[in-house]
């Protein structure tokens, strides 16, 4: 695999710290004198990095203080939180904050049952959370799970946090774990009841993700759909070799 220019690999260790909370959004970040002292790199490389996390968003520049970190207005997605929660416990980021909206199991509107593969009007479990920042609303998630899981796992149905997210306990009291997902990324108009939770008028065009999760089975585990809040963006970071 390709070694990363030194000015990226420096800004891309930075963007870590912040991520994991070490630089909190406003802390001035690593000055060039202190980059070029540290990493032993020119001015010209030095003075790149800002740029690139300013390019990211994970940097501003505030007349009179210099440059600060920040967050970007991203989309945390349900596979993002995935990664988190196997990587560190938690599926949430630095200030985020969930509130459960509703849980319970409900009839299958006929696109869940297809996703699912059930008839449609059958028993399913949905959970619908939001997420929020300090900069608003992040996405309104919706989960529909098989109505078996209630069983050997009934916090699903119970509108309150549950103690390992949905993918964490659905795994451990089930041995089904996620193994494969699709993620399908759309523009959708906001239904009447998520009009209030995004902020926006029923019927305005949103950015949408909707993930399907298959288990070592191959079966669908979860079928979930997040509406983004407004100004949100939706970003990935990927490895290549």
Sequence with gaps: MEALAPYRRIAATIRDRIIRGEIQPGDRIPSVREIMKTEGVATATATRVAAIL???GYAETIQGIGTVAALPRILTTGPDRLTMLRATGDGL???ERTEIISAGLVPAPAH????????????????RRAYYDDQGTVALSTSWLPAAFAGPAPELVRAEPLPRMTFGLVEERTGRKAVRR??????????????????VEAGTPTLTMTNFYWDQFGEVTEYAQDFLGPGRDL???????
């Design 235 to 241: 970003s990935a970071d990927y490895d290549m070799s």
């Design 112 to 127: 869940v049952a297809d996703a699912l593969d059930i008839e449609p009007g059958d028993q399913v479990v949905r959970r």
């Design 182 to 199: 699709r993620d399908v990324v759309t523009i959708r108009p906001v239904p009447e009841e998520a009009s209030e939770t995004l902020g």
């Design 93 to 95: 980021r630095q200030g």
């Design 54 to 56: 300013r390019e990211e």
